[in-house]
């Protein structure tokens, strides 16, 4: 059994062993083992060169992973919180999302960014974003947002032998919320851009990824006391994202609801939506609904309340079963 | 202000020059490059000044959507070619520095295909003119935002260093970058690591039309090396073999893992800062006909005059030819086939995503 923050660890361990052009790189990922222990008894096992303690700069350590993907290593830089991601964000944008295309295929740079993410810490807005919208809109950068242990496992081995840069996100309420058993294999990997259907179901279809799926399962676990069947899906990837699974099975229902904690306006679950719309709108016996955060910066004092939590989940499915 | 040819003195408060501008060589230690080299380094900057008037001409005429003219920095461009070695090191040039480019081996067809964003264009013409791109070269493809270049020139090195290849990396950037914020983060963690690589900073004290002193309360760029624990160096970059002697010394010392350097060509920008750009608005006839008088070809040129190793004829004679190089690769340009629409969807990951090729299928049927 092994927490989601454990798994980052040893998944990152046994990709150094089977690969020695993976590298770890961060502020504190060195003896500190990160200020998560995401990188935790890594420094011991690998030495300085592999597990590199950086300056305090998002731009240095994003950019240099850059400079040493395109000269033939595998970094995985660790951006402390996914909010302070924004220095470094020109590097992702304008250097590591168009190398390929801007070099017509001559470099590539195969390097994953984890940050944790997501609010319900206390941690205000500057310990609490969910950013991903920013990535998905730039085209060359994939975008990982795993629920449990062994997707992260999965995905993690995934991203790092990706040839394209990953932005890898990691759902911090989580990362000791939930325990599990996760595959052995150290070859376990799960493919980007599937979905997984985390509980069938007949009534209607509850869509959401990373942290909010915490609150999207407690919904499902409240509406089968009241003999509603949701259908939970967990998009895990979101560039690219799984639309083919998403449209068979909204199709199927008729009805979904959508769950994600980042705002309201362009949610990543604002272009789900309207995929759904422009597909299958015949299909709908219901327009589709988002449970979102809110059109404000993240809040310290309503820390829980921002969040997409299962009441509100709950009112959206009533709406949407009732239309 | 110099020891000796393999140690000069960092933080000099005068430009390290070593030839005249009458073209005699002032240094204490002898030139020991062979007279080919010496040629090739004039005729470089020969062709160099030649392509940026034939850019400008492909500009006026629609052949070319921008330039960004080089005149003026060819002393620093091509001394920073010969300064490293082709093939093993790696440049990461910005857009200024087709000079540069172009003396480390980028054949012309490649280039002139960049700036006219032909189908030959070994980048696929996906990048507006004045972005070099060379994977045989290990030439860093440009990119337009200024100064995002140096932090993966510096990740570059540091790969470099902890695999023990060898390899130094030289990048180089104007003035105006050293503003930006990626010019600290990737200036500073070289420091910190000690990395291979020299920053070549091609002052010519103008970031479009923004003075140097709004650019900077600094005396020069080359002192704030000291800040982040290298030496830097401050050299007339009009003089291509002080560039080249420094710049070398330069490279050689991060190969021998004593690492980075910070080296300061000043030169002067003798066009506009681009097609789109207007200078007379912001600068006199007489300031630019005072900084021609320190053209950096005119004093290679004398240097190598004194020396016997060049000629009015043997002007001529490479100007004709290089010329006529010009021509026979706009002529093979100007054959070319259009660049396919479809090119527009690849290269964006290693294999095309479902939604790209979607996009692509619904767009072209």
């Known amino acids: ?323 | 202000m110099i020891a000796d040819k393999q140690n000069f003195s960092p933080f000099n408060e005068e430009p390290i020059s070593l030839i005249s501008q009458a073209g005699e060589w002032t240094a204490p230690f002898a030139c020991d490059l062979k007279d080919e080299q010496l040629k090739t380094m004039y005729q470089q900057m020969l062709a160099a000044r030649l392509m940026d008037e034939r850019f400008i001409k492909l500009q006026r005429s629609g052949k070319m959507s921008f330039v960004a003219p080089h005149s003026g920095h060819e002393a620093a461009q091509i001394a920073a070619a010969h300064a490293v070695r082709v093939g093993t090191d790696w440049l990461f040039p910005y857009y200024r520095d087709y000079g540069m480019t172009y003396a480390l081996g980028e054949p012309l067809i490649e280039i002139f295909a960049q700036v006219t964003g032909s189908r030959l264009d070994t980048a696929k013409a996906r990048q507006m003119p004045m972005h070099p791109s060379s994977k045989e070269l290990n030439i860093f493809t440009g990119a337009s935002a200024i100064a995002s270049h140096i932090p993966p020139a510096v990740g570059a090195a540091i790969s470099m260093k902890i695999r023990e290849t060898g390899q130094v990396v030289l990048t180089s950037f104007g003035d105006g970058a050293t503003s930006e914020g990626d010019f600290h983060a990737a200036i500073n963690y070289a420091g910190a690591q000690g990395a291979p690589v020299v920053f070549l900073c091609e002052n010519n004290r103008l970031a479009i039309s923004v003075d140097f002193n709004k650019q900077t309360g600094a005396e020069n760029i080359a002192i704030k090396a000291k800040a982040y624990g290298m030496p830097g160096y401050l050299v007339d970059g009009m003089d291509v073999l002080a560039c080249y002697y420094v710049l070398q010394e330069c490279v050689e010392n991060a190969r021998a893992g004593l690492g980075p350097s910070l080296v300061e060509a000043q030169v002067q920008r003798f066009g506009a800062h681009s097609s789109a750009d207007d200078d007379s608005i912001y600068r006199s006839k007489e300031e630019l006909e005072q900084m021609r008088q320190r053209d950096p070809l005119l004093r290679m040129r004398r240097f190598l005059e004194n020396q016997g190793l060049w000629s009015e004829r043997d002007e001529n004679l490479f100007k004709k030819e290089i010329l006529g190089e010009f021509q026979a690769i706009i002529d093979t340009l100007a054959e070319a086939e259009k660049v396919p629409l479809e090119w527009m969807f690849d290269d964006v990951y290693a294999e095309m995503l479902p939604h790209i090729a979607e996009q692509k299928k619904d767009f072209l049927g």
């Open chain 1, 1 to 323: 059994m092994q927490t989601i923050v454990q798994t980052v660890a040893r998944t990152l361990a046994e990709e150094m062993q089977r690969d020695e052009r993976v590298v770890v790189m961060g502020e504190d990922v060195g003896k500190r083992g990160g200020v998560f222990l995401a990188t935790e008894g890594l420094f011991d096992k690998f030495g300085p060169d592999r597990v590199m303690d950086t300056p305090l700069s998002e731009a240095a350590i994003i950019g240099a992973a850059v400079g040493m993907a395109v000269h033939g290593l595998r970094p995985v830089a660790e951006i402390q919180f996914a909010d302070y991601v924004f220095p470094g964000f020109d590097q992702l944008v304008s250097q590591a999302a168009k190398l390929r295309y801007r070099s017509g295929g001559t470099f590539n740079a195969p390097m994953v960014v984890r940050m944790p993410a997501g609010g319900g810490v206390k941690g205000g807005h500057h310990h609490s974003q969910n950013p991903e919208t920013h990535f998905v809109h730039t085209p060359g950068l994939k975008v990982v947002y795993p629920s449990t242990p062994s997707d992260t496992k999965g995905l993690l081995k995934t991203a790092i032998r990706d040839e394209d840069p990953v932005v890898f996100m990691e759902p911090k309420r989580l990362y000791r919320a939930i325990k599990e058993e996760v595959p052995d294999d150290p070859d376990f990997t799960v493919p980007l851009g599937k979905a997984k259907i985390r509980q069938t179901g007949d009534d209607l279809v509850l869509i959401s990824y990373g942290g909010s799926m915490a609150e999207t399962a407690k919904a499902a676990e409240e509406l089968a006391k009241q003999q509603i069947s949701a259908e939970v899906i967990d998009l895990r990837s979101l560039m690219p994202w799984d639309k083919e699974t998403v449209l068979e099975r909204v199709a199927r229902l008729g009805r979904v609801v959508l769950v994600s904690e980042s705002p309201y306006t362009l949610n990543f679950m604002s272009e789900v939506s309207a995929c759904i719309c422009e597909e299958i709108l015949d299909s709908l016996l219901a327009p589709p609904l988002r449970v979102t955060g809110f059109d404000t910066p993240y809040p310290y004092a309503q820390d829980r309340e921002y969040l997409p939590g299962p009441n509100r989940i709950l009112r959206a499915v009533q709406k949407v079963l009732e239309y």
